[in-house]
């Protein structure tokens, strides 16, 4: 090439470059007026992943059908995939679940964990990853939280209090003296904790007798094994608070068993579906509504503000209500 070709090559290619740059900054400038990251102005649609407890429970169930149907309707404006655990203590389901979803380059994450604190380390990690966490229906452990060195909100109901509900309904029928037994849930999940308090308030303020109290880690088979044993240990039993409906169900499956159901009063947690005809028919007292499709609906709605640049700490609590008879009719 002669020396003059090479000039009006580079006489050529310089206005190139100065339209080059210059549309660069109209694009840089468009990205900022419409509040986008120049990062993502050209991203494709964010990656939203929900990761429940066991898809056998009913209530996950819910979540799951709440949460597929918003994301249906919003397809154009988030990708959506939810995964659940096989059972309510298949804990490292989770932390698989947490791990493929970085990898996999997601946005947010949106978690009800099985573990209060066990995932908080993996989660942390998720987090520093650049990953949007929302936590949501179980709180994560406050001092985990803190040793991992996340501050994460809290988007849920207040279990101590949703079950308070359950247990005065029990000890307004049972009246003083009234001789009950609890079936508490995971004791690795804050919301059994909660929830178990809320249940001992009602015994302490309905003046109850409290039997006996044990796990059955939210499982309806366990459950009905654990209530068994107590309508074997003890023959007095009048009242049974149950931590969630699942355990409810296998109550009501011993004491159909054992033809008592109706004349022991039990309480649940969580209002799934199954237990409906059980408080129209009277083998079971009342339960608690705590919203599970909603609780995920509005975990993906925040997990997207947080995407956009807000930010948010300590607790956004949902509703809680008493559901009875009266309220199915």
Known sequence: MSNSTKRDSVLISAPRRAALKLGLAGTLMLALSCGVSPAFAAASKPKVGLIMKSLSNEFF??????????????KDKFDFKAVGMKDERDFAAQVDAVENFVTQKYDIIVVAPADSKAMATPLAKAVKAGVKVINIDVPL????????GIDLAFFGPDNREGAKLAGDALAKDLGPGGK???????????????????????????????????????????????????????????????????????????LDATGQS???????????????????????????????????VMGIKYGLRELAGEKFTGWVKTDVKLVTAKDLK
């Open 262 to 296: 109706g004349k022991i009063k039990v309480v649940g947690f969580d209002n799934i579906p199954p237990v409906q005809p059980l408080i129209k028919d009277g083998k079971m007292l009342a339960t608690v509504e705590q919203y599970g499709a909603e609780m995920a």
């Open 61 to 74: 169930k819910q979540m799951k059908a709440g949460a597929d149907k918003y994301a249906a309707e919003n």
């Open 180 to 254: 009950v037994v609890i079936l508490e849930g995971n004791p690795e999940a804050d919301n059994a904790k909660e929830r178990k308090e809320g249940f001992m308030d009602s015994i302490n303020s309905g003046k109850l007798q409290l039997l006996d109290s044990k796990t059955a880690h939210w499982e309806t088979e366990e459950a009905n094994t654990v209530m068994t044993n107590f309508l074997t240990k003890y023959k007095d039993i009048q009242g049974v608070m149950a931590a969630n409906d699942s355990m409810a169900l296998g109550v009501v499956k011993a």
């Open 141 to 148: 452990d406050a001092d985990a939280k803190k040793a991992a």
